[in-house]
């Protein structure tokens, strides 16, 4: 149980258009989601916390405009990298957390998305 | 802000040989203490978690960590490592309401035969 999936795995695209990545809680449902990016050697770094109904909650210093999240269901999460640009290219993970376990409780992990942008 | 030490980036260690990863954090605050492994090309996994109570917890495959609140530390700990413990671990504190999870900057274990 406790499965999140992300699509793409890996996903290759040119600078200026826009890449979309999905995460999924297979077998529970996810109010919450979280997207994180995780640079070469570095840790996980959280980018912004997806709310299902409503708008992502983003950390400081991440563009909202650019790393646009929808969470239109409570099972998928969408993290969609308008204009992107070499900078960008990076692994990009999501978690969830089951909405039927107390706040707090662990969150669960995808497999993450390789984004290179060329 | 919370933020999350892990003093050994890369630890190499051969079968059989103890373990123990430092794991620091700055918080005031009430903190749920986490350690996750991403073995190589998996995503990550949790190892082990502390909300309350007992400060010593155990995890999966023999692993265990000890919360110690004085020294705002959460160090992870196997007796016996195997090969295939290779892997980055990372510690992690929750905090922010229970949403914020901010991690350590991992620690690369290697485990040689």
């Known amino acids: 149980g406790a499965v999140v999936s992300q699509h793409p795995s890996w996903v290759i695209c040119k600078s200026g258009t826009s890449v979309k990545i999905e995460c999924r809680s297979l077998?529970?449902?996810?109010?919450?989601m979280f997207w994180y990016r995780q640079f070469p050697k570095q840790s996980l770094m959280l980018m912004a916390t997806?709310?299902?109904?409503?708008?992502?909650?983003?950390e400081q210093g991440v563009e909202k405009d650019k790393f646009l999240i929808n969470h239109a269901s409570l099972t998928l999460s969408t993290l969609t990298v308008t204009s992107a640009h070499p900078e960008d290219s990076s692994f990009y993970i999501c978690?969830?957390?089951?909405?039927?376990?107390?706040?707090?409780?662990?969150?669960?992990f995808g497999p993450g998305t390789r984004l290179t942008v060329t | 802000a919370q933020s999350v030490s892990q003093h050994n980036h890369h630890v190499i260690l051969s079968e059989a040989a103890s373990l123990e990863l430092g794991c620091n954090y700055s918080y005031g605050g009430t903190v749920n203490l986490f350690w996750y492994v991403q073995y190589p090309g998996q995503h990550l996994q949790l190892l082990l978690k502390y909300f309350s109570g007992d400060p010593l917890v155990k995890g999966i495959k023999g692993f265990e960590a000890e919360f110690i609140k004085s020294k705002f530390s959460f160090n992870l700990r196997k007796p016996s490592v195997q090969w295939s413990d290779t892997a980055e671990y990372f510690c992690a504190v929750l905090t922010g309401g229970g949403n914020k999870l901010t991690f350590g900057t991992g620690t690369q274990l290697k485990v040689e035969l």
């Open positions: 997806s709310n299902e109904g409503s708008k992502a909650t983003y």
């Open positions: 978690s969830a957390r089951d909405s039927g376990r107390p706040i707090g409780n662990e969150q669960y």
């Open positions: 077998d529970f449902q996810a109010t919450t």
